[in-house]
């Protein structure tokens, strides 16, 4: 069997890499909105918004990471934070989930001077909750991720 590599996305990617995010939306239940020429034009674009990892094997995709550059004044220092992790699922428990979030880890520090790592996993993940705690992530207390979108975001941008 081939070995996993894990390398940095390039726009050619694209497609593959929102396919590999579609499959996490769908573990989730979640609705996945992105197209590729969407996620071509957001992490590939003029003003990339976001860098991915993409883990191979041969040619198959087997995981992939997306993430950007955040700053936190309570931190006091950059960070990366990883908005979506996938694992093909016959690969989960391997480590692999580790490898990328290493592998992001790594060149945030190095591009940019990254010095924490941050996400959100969903609370009906327990399988991934108990990844992350076994990792040595812990909850932020007080802390209560919100997303404003749609109307209510067009509205906030075209008001003062």
Do not use: C, Q
Not at 76 to 88: C, H, K, Q, R, Y
Not at 90 to 98: A, F, I, N, P, S
């Amino acid at each position: 069997m081939a070995p996993v590599t894990i390398r940095r996305a390039k726009a050619a990617d694209a497609a593959r890499l929102n396919r590999a995010l579609a499959r996490l939306s769908a573990h989730l239940g979640d609705k996945h909105n992105a197209t590729d020429e969407a996620v071509a034009r957001a992490g590939f674009g003029p003003s990339p918004s976001f860098i991915a990892l993409l883990a191979e094997r041969g040619e198959d995709v087997v995981g992939a990471a997306m993430f950007s550059r955040v700053f936190s004044t309570v931190m006091g220092a950059p960070g990366v934070l990883v908005s979506d992790l996938w694992i093909e699922e016959t690969m989960r428990g391997d480590g692999l989930g580790r490898r990328l979030l290493a592998a992001a880890g790594k060149l945030a520090a190095e591009e940019w001077g990254a010095a924490y790592l941050k996400l959100s996993v969903s609370n009906s993940n327990a399988d991934a909750r108990a990844a992350y705690a076994r990792l040595g992530f812990t909850p932020i207390l007080g802390e209560t991720p919100m997303i404003l979108g749609g109307a209510l975001f067009e509205t906030l941008k075209g008001g003062s």
